[in-house]
């Protein structure tokens, strides 16, 4: 449903929070805290309000904001237990319908990238395809713990983005 601005900038901190929360993974705690900074005149405003909220939270924030992702076709994935959003996103490339040769490819990733970098492997999945997310992860296993856990948080915001989009700008 299309909200305006005046509705998002109307409702009391927990119906903010309640429309939002779910924007970035888990992390409730983002929506609540661009509540107090209202009135958001526009889309690119609560956009700006909540990129900056995560990026001016500190590094322990930010790093908990990663962990709250779910591995790509992973587990919980496979038993249906990530949120709606996240499994509309990872149909979206495909990651539901793996072939055992890429389901492997895939868990094999995860299992690399957690045991190098301490958090799951984080790409919009709704802007790559599968091959290019398999790639992906194979490419970015070559980084930096601090090149990895900017680009999480980038890919994250890329996500909130679309979710904002589906949230506020969609007519149903």
């Not at 929506?31 to 909540?50: E, H, M, Y």
């Not at 799951?120 to 070559?142: E, G, K, T, V, Y």
Request: glycine share 4%; proline share 5%; net charge negative.
């Amino acid at each position: 449903m299309k909200r305006s601005p005046a509705e998002w900038n109307a409702l009391d901190v927990d119906g903010f929070t309640a429309l939002l929360g779910g924007v970035y993974e888990h992390s409730p705690w983002i929506a609540r805290a661009v509540a107090t900074l209202r009135p958001l005149p526009t889309l690119t405003d609560l956009k700006t309000a909540l990129r900056s909220v995560v990026d001016t939270a500190p590094a322990d924030a930010r790093l908990t904001l990663i962990r709250a992702h779910p591995d790509l076709a992973g587990r919980l994935a496979q038993l249906g237990q990530v949120t709606a959003e996240s499994r509309r996103e990872q149909a979206a490339a495909g990651l539901d319908a793996l072939s055992p040769e890429d389901l492997r490819r895939m868990e094999e990733g995860n299992v690399a990238y957690r045991a190098k970098f301490g958090f799951p492997f984080i790409i919009c999945a709704r802007r790559h395809s599968r091959d290019a997310i398999l790639n992906a992860m194979s490419q970015r296993l070559l980084n930096d713990s601090a090149t990895e856990e900017k680009m999480a948080i980038e890919e994250i915001h890329h996500i909130a983005e679309l979710r904002i989009h589906d949230l506020l700008c969609q007519e149903n």
